[in-house]
Each structure stands twice: as C-alpha cells, then as structure tokens.
C-alpha cells in the first residue's frame, strides 16, 4: 500500500519524513535504517540532527545500511558518499560509525563487495525502514532504467541523464564516475516499509509515473507499487502532474 503525505515545501517534507523515521527508533531504538544521499533527505537529516542534539533521538544504537556508493573514489575524497554521510548526518549525531555501512566503491572485487554487503544487511536483520530519493529517469538507490528489475547488489553503469543531474557536486559530467554500487531492487523491496521523500517540480512526472502507471523496469521506483508499506512524501511542487492529471487517491493524506 501506498500513502501519500503531501506537504507545503521542502521543509515541511523534511520536517514530516524526519518525524517518520524519530517514531521508528522510538519504537525499536537498535532498527536499521536503510539511507539515501543525494540534496532531498539533506533537510530530514537536518532535523534529526538538531533533534539528536536537544536530546529528542538517540542514535547509540541504530545501525545504517546506505543505497549506494561511486566506485573508484576513495572514501576519504570529498565525492564519495560515504564522506558525504559523514558530513552531513554521521559526524553530527551520537551514532557509533562502525554502525554505518556504505558498500566500499574502490573495492578490488566489487562482486565479493557486493555479496558481502548484502549479507551484512541479512546478519544485521534485515533493513526496518528505508528512506528512498527519486531520480528524474525513475531510479532508486542507483537502480537505472532497464529492461528488468537486478535482485541483488551490484556495480551498475550510470545512465548520461544521472551524471548531469550529479554534476552540480563535482563541477562538470566529465567529472562524475561512470559507474556505482548500488542495493539491488531485491534489497530495497524486502525492507520492512519505505519513506519516499520527493521535492520540486522537476521531480513530478517522476513521482506520477511511479506510483499511477505501470509498473515498468524502464521506470525502476514504479516497483514501488507492489511494496505493502510504502509512504511518500512529496511536497505540492512534487505533486503538480498528479494534480493535474486529476489522479483519484484511496489515501491521501494532506497536511
Ligand atoms: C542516492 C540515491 C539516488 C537519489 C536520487 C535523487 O543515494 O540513491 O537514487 O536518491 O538520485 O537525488 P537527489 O535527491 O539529489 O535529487
């Protein structure tokens, strides 16, 4: 199933998805979150910061997996996601970093890399709750469009779409890796429930297509569909081509 939290902007996403994922550690303080990088859950991670630093959330014993890391970038390189998290959640909060786990892109044996990851997801019980971005072309975590859904974690070749949109953290296309890691659509899907955060208008053909078309492996998050515990939430920008194709909800929640 799927529920719709819509919300005036992007802070108010942010504010709504961070409060999601205070109830889930209120509920099970050692859950395993699974994460997103990327500029749409900077702002939840925002909050949970300054939350965690009020004393309102503790970390000290969540565990992390995230989606997706560059390959060939070093983790101590300004780009790669694991310094990323780093900056802009993992130093910042009272989490034990060895509890964060970000599959290693200068691995010598990715395959290895990426069975070892997902086995390392499986010991630590399974991911609880997943928060997810959306690209533009339709992929979670680094899933591109494809003509099926890959199970498993694996390297994958970015699409040309995903670098340019990526280029604003490195300064040119040229500059973004061409290839990643990434949680296979198998991984994401056998989470216990997912949080979509999806802002901005250039993100809504996205978010219509995902969750009011077919499920289709060139629209990778449409898989999204046949999740049982999926919450998106989207600010009214993110909303603009649900609301004009007049799509009628089962569920929708407003705030
Ligand atoms: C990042 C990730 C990607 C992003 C997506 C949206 O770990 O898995 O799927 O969520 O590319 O990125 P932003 O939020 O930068 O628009």
Redesign the pocket.
């Known amino acids: 199933m799927t529920r719709f939290i819509v919300t005036e902007n992007y802070e108010k996403m942010s504010e709504k998805a961070a409060l999601i994922i205070l109830q889930q550690i209120n509920k099970k303080d050692n859950s395993l979150l699974g994460l ?6 900077v702002g939840t991670y925002e909050n949970l910061i300054s939350w965690n630093q009020n004393g309102l959330i503790d970390f000290s014993a969540v565990k992390t997996v ?3 890391e560059y390959m060939g970038v070093e983790e101590t390189n300004e780009q790669s ?1 694991r310094w990323f998290m780093n900056e802009n959640f993992f130093n910042q909060i009272n989490i034990k970093i060895e509890n964060t786990h970000i599959p290693k892109g200068m691995a010598e044996d990715i395959d290895a890399e990426c069975k070892e990851y997902e086995r390392r997801i499986q010991l630590l019980g399974g991911i609880d709750l997943q928060l ?4 533009e072309n339709g ?4 899933n591109e469009p494809t003509s099926f859904f890959e199970k498993h974690t694996h390297a994958v070749a970015l699409k040309e779409s ?1 670098r340019k ?2 280029s604003r953290f490195f300064g040119s296309v040229k500059s973004v890796p061409t290839h990643a890691i ?1 949680m296979g659509i198998g991984v994401i899907m056998s989470s216990k429930r997912i949080v979509l955060v999806v802002n901005g208008e250039h ?1 809504a053909e996205a978010l219509y297509k995902s969750f009011f078309e077919n499920v289709d492996p060139m629209f990778q998050a449409s898989i999204l569909q046949y999740h049982q515990d999926v919450t998106v939430v989207a600010d009214h920008d993110a909303m603009k081509v649900i609301y004009d194709k007049k799509v009628a909800f089962n569920d929708l929640i407003s705030l």
């Open positions: 997103a990088t990327g500029s749409t859950p995230s989606l997706d996601y997810l971005g959306i690209g992929h979670i975590g680094f995903t949109a990526n990434t993100k």
